[in-house]
């Protein structure tokens, strides 16, 4: 099974910013700073090198610290 930084293909992702749940979905795809979720908002989550979390929308962007 593939994995990156303890997320694995075929998993359930919910991802939460101030106790609200944002993203959700299962995991499809993994790159090396990619990692795209196949869920109700068709967004895409993305870990960068200084390994902060950013979850995408189509024009908008959220930083999880």
């Known amino acids: 099974m593939e994995t990156y930084q303890g997320f ?3 998993e359930y992702i919910e991802v939460y910013k101030d106790n609200q749940s944002v993203c959700e979905g299962v995991l499809e795809e993994i790159n090396i ?3 795209k979720i ?3 908002y068709g967004a895409v989550l993305i870990i960068d ?16 610290i």
């Open 38 to 40: 196949n869920g109700s």
């Open 8 to 10: 694995s293909i075929g």
């Open 49 to 64: 090198k200084t390994s902060k979390l950013r979850l995408m929308y189509v024009g908008h962007q959220l930083e999880f």
């Open 33 to 35: 700073e990619n990692i």
